[in-house]
């Protein structure tokens, strides 16, 4: 349909005038910084129209922090020393007698993570009761999220819930009762919140706990257990040991076990036991014994002819992991078709007599080393 001469002339003032709109670009479109530090975006605007003014807002229109400051020709926006607030979308306005129009730049402020506990703590409950406590972390980027018991390396089990970490007994026993740790870490830090568990039993029944839950000692060391226990009366403390007796070197001073110069077989799992006329607690402290390697080779002297195949194997007990590693007695370097493999074995396919002499093995973990020889003679 053709248009009128009065069509035609509001079509061409409408289009000039929005032809001639100012174009906005801001650069960086986005940035990401860390809470402290500082950053610019700088606005230009290109119109056929001039004067241009340049506003700068925020895309919500809340107002600007006051560590937000604008360059005297209104181009360039800065952010000094980033704070949380100042997250989110920049807008600069172009404006002149063509209209107006806009464009966005967005920052992100990263941060150390910061934890909420719900409830805070302390939290006294009974045996029996369901507990949970939730963990609420904020961080850029965001944080992961782990629950522990104070003493303990082991990660507890949770329940995530829009990215809530629930810590959650469907009913609470006494042994529970103690400090629980909520921690969130990202690439930037890592932060905790803390809360304290009261289980409570009968009145006055006895509430035990021990200092450490997780005990890792070296043999011959001397390891101190402490276990502390509520309770009215004062409840008596014993201590006892998982399917075994306790070890011969040992003395209980009040809630005190000492064990002097620890093995291996005294590893295993000790019990607190606290009792009065009201009840008894338990609590449980586990501890394992690392041990040096001892070496031993198997057998000890070989007697072969030249073209016998040669095995020996270097045995070791302690720790693991144990490495193993093999040389020869006044020669430099194993014979050239020796093989020495990671289990402690050492072998020839074919031996030569040169290969004759005492060979050593040494067997090496993180607490020490230990050695053994074996004597190998060949002989048509």
Request: glycine share 8%; with cysteine; charged share 15%.
């Amino acid at each position: 349909m053709d248009l009128s001469p009065r069509a035609l002339i509001l079509c061409f003032l409408t289009c000039s005038v929005a032809a001639d709109t100012p174009v906005v670009s801001v650069e960086p479109r986005s940035a990401a910084v860390r809470q402290g530090e500082s950053v610019s975006f700088r606005c230009q605007a290109r119109s056929n129209v001039q004067p241009v003014q340049l506003e700068w807002k925020k895309a919500n229109n809340q107002p600007f922090l006051d560590n937000v400051k604008i360059g005297p020709d209104g181009t360039v926006l800065t952010v000094a020393n980033a704070r949380l607030g100042n997250q989110g979308q920049f807008r600069c306005v172009a404006i002149s007698s063509a209209g107006r129009s806009f464009a966005n730049a967005a920052l992100t402020v990263k941060h150390v993570p910061k934890v909420q506990l719900t409830p805070a703590g302390p939290l006294q409950v009974r045996v029996g009761d369901p507990v949970s406590v939730e963990c609420r972390a904020t961080g850029r980027p965001r944080p992961t999220v782990a629950w522990q018991r104070q003493g303990s390396t082991t990660q507890l089990v949770t329940e995530e819930i829009n990215f809530v970490n629930i810590l959650k007994w469907s009913a609470i026993r006494q042994e529970d009762s103690g400090e629980y740790i909520c921690q969130a870490g990202n690439n930037l830090g890592v932060s905790e919140a803390r809360i304290e568990i009261i289980v409570g039993g009968a009145p006055g029944a006895p509430v035990a706990s021990v200092n450490l839950e997780e005990i890792t000692a070296v043999e011959g060391q001397t390891v101190t257990m402490e276990c502390q226990a509520s309770g009215s009366p004062p409840p008596e403390i014993s201590w006892s040991k998982l399917r075994a007796p306790l070890p011969w070197q040992h003395t209980v001073d009040g809630g005190v076990l000492t064990l002097t110069s620890v093995g291996r077989q005294d590893s295993g799992q000790y019990i607190c036991n606290a009792t009065n006329v009201n009840g008894y607690s338990e609590a449980y402290t586990q501890m394992e014994v690392e041990t040096p390697p001892y070496a031993t080779c198997l057998p000890d002297q070989v007697r072969l002819k030249p073209g016998g195949s040669l095995v020996v194997q270097c045995l070791a007990h302690g720790s693991h992991p144990i490495s193993f590693t093999w040389t020869r007695l006044g020669r430099v370097g194993l014979p050239a078709a020796a093989v020495a493999a990671a289990d402690g074995r050492l072998m020839i396919a074919r031996v030569k007599q040169n290969d004759s002499g005492t060979y050593k093995c040494v067997a090496t973990n993180h607490i020490g080393s230990s050695e053994a020889q074996a004597k190998v003679i060949i002989k048509a």
